[in-house]
């Protein structure tokens, strides 16, 4: 089972670029069905629905491992979720054929990246996917034609090509020291300890902490997100981003870092150093992805920062973060899609009173905004819980005050957005402003109705979240 995640998205892949140029509904069609197997196959995995323990027959000829645990369940999950915001967005927003065809080729050469990202065990294929997805998703920056976009990704590509780099010599380094380059392999080069092995840690934490848009290597994320067309701005925030780059550390926290006081450390300074940087960026914007960009980059310190909380609670919390940030951003930049196409602009100076024109955007809007911001009842409120109390617990408690006050902020702004866009009198040049069409509107509705129902059922989902690990 693990080897069709990778290899349905490559045989669709050249199924679309058979395709006549005449068929306008159907790529979208099957690249819809694809991620929405994917999701639905994922999330049927902790109840034994699949069978996902055989060895498939790629990894015989491949000869590397596929593994199919339950943090792999979180990033197929997601990214099945992102994906489907992000195919709708596209199919309302994107007109030009040849636009259509790139996007949705690249969508799925990201999906095999993503894919591959879930279930390797060893550094050099980690490598490799993150490769795979980084290239892809500098080539859906350029989609947007002007010096925007190609300013966006050759930022994007610069700093990416510095993180590959540290990663391939940290690869090296691991060789060295450890004689292999699976996860068990460095952990015990770690636990030696081995000098070269710590240098190794080092550079390999430091491309992921590039990849993930981690201050003070955030300047390319900010470009590139709002260079970006619309649909592929849902995609690189929902899960690009993070898969790349936090997911990695994720992976690779636990089983690298129980015996490294300092590097727990590290990932406490850094997660909140962008927690509270991305907060305070994203208070100035008046652009509205521009924003959203800089709050990706304080809720992803959130994550980094949970991981170095208490042990058993730390891989919980940031994997729950994790998850609702996806749905909330993902939904965020549907919205302000919708608000792009009907204004013509994100300049939210130029706004005010959007929500008598356009209520479900508004109303799906508020949802994410203050599940991110931390509200009750909604999801983001209790994944900020317990990465409060896996900081708490582990002793971290002025990070756990952080924490805290870093979500102050982050309500600030995102009452800043509310006003300025929807809330207020509408302005006159607004007044023949229509809501945004169906295929803008169902993702939105989709992601808020599931920000809201975790955050209410959240009570009921923690006995399971708990027995099963992460």
Avoid at 123 to 128: I, N, P, Q
Avoid at 146 to 154: C, S
Wanted: glycine share 10%.
């Amino acid at each position: 089972m693990n080897d069709l995640l990778l290899l349905v998205p490559f045989l669709a892949l050249i199924v679309l670029n058979l395709l006549p140029k005449s068929a306008r509904v159907t790529p979208f069609v099957v690249c819809f069905l694809i991620f929405l197997l994917q999701t639905a196959a994922a999330a049927l995995q902790p109840f034994g629905v699949i069978d996902w323990s055989f060895t498939a027959p790629l990894e015989r000829v491949i000869g590397f491992s596929l593994v199919v645990d339950n943090l792999s369940v979180l990033l197929l999950v997601s990214t099945g979720i992102a994906g489907l915001a992000a195919i709708l967005v596209g199919r309302a927003t994107l007109k030009e054929p040849r636009s259509r065809a790139i996007f949705l080729s690249l969508l799925l050469v990201s999906l095999i990246g993503i894919n591959g990202i879930a279930m390797v065990r060893d550094l050099f294929t980690l490598f490799v996917f993150v490769e795979v997805t980084s290239v892809a998703a500098v080539i859906l920056v350029t989609l947007r034609e002007g010096p925007g976009g190609l300013e966006g990704a050759w930022k994007y590509l610069l700093l990416s090509s510095v993180a590959s780099v540290f990663m391939l010599a940290s690869i090296g380094f691991f060789l060295l020291s450890a004689g292999g380059i699976t996860f068990d392999q460095a952990a015990a080069a770690l636990a030696a300890p081995a000098p070269l092995a710590w240098v190794a840690a080092a550079l390999f934490m430091c491309g992921l902490f590039v990849k993930g848009a981690m201050i003070p290597f955030h300047g390319w994320l900010a470009d590139a997100y709002t260079a970006a067309p619309a649909p592929v701005s849902v995609f690189l925030a929902g899960i690009v981003t993070k898969a790349s780059g936090i997911f990695a550390l994720m992976r690779l926290a636990p089983s690298l870092l129980p015996a490294s006081a300092p590097g727990r450390e590290i990932l406490l300074v850094v997660g909140a150093l962008a927690a509270v940087a991305g907060a305070f960026l994203a208070l100035g914007q008046s652009d509205m992805k521009r924003m959203l960009a800089y709050s990706s980059i304080s809720q992803m310190g959130y994550i980094v920062m949970a991981l170095g909380g208490a042990p058993s609670l730390a891989l919980l919390a940031a994997s729950f973060h994790f998850f609702n940030h996806t749905v909330s951003k993902a939904q965020l930049f549907a919205n302000a899609a919708a608000v792009e196409k009907r204004l013509g602009t994100r300049d939210m100076d130029k706004m005010g009173g959007l929500a008598a024109r356009m209520p479900v955007t508004g109303a799906t809007a508020a949802v994410a905004t203050l599940s991110i911001a931390g509200l009750p009842p909604f999801a983001g409120f209790w994944s900020k819980l317990l990465v409060v109390i896996a900081l708490w617990n582990g002793g971290q408690r002025v990070f756990a005050v952080i924490a805290i006050l870093t979500s102050l902020v982050t309500l600030g702004y995102f009452l800043v957005l509310q006003r300025k866009v929807f809330f207020g009198k509408i302005l006159p040049e607004w007044e023949s402003v229509r809501e945004a069409g169906a295929g803008l509107l169902l993702p939105v509705i989709a992601l808020a109705l599931i920000t809201v129902a975790i955050g209410i059922g959240f009570p009921f989902l923690l006995p399971m979240l708990l027995g099963g690990g992460v």
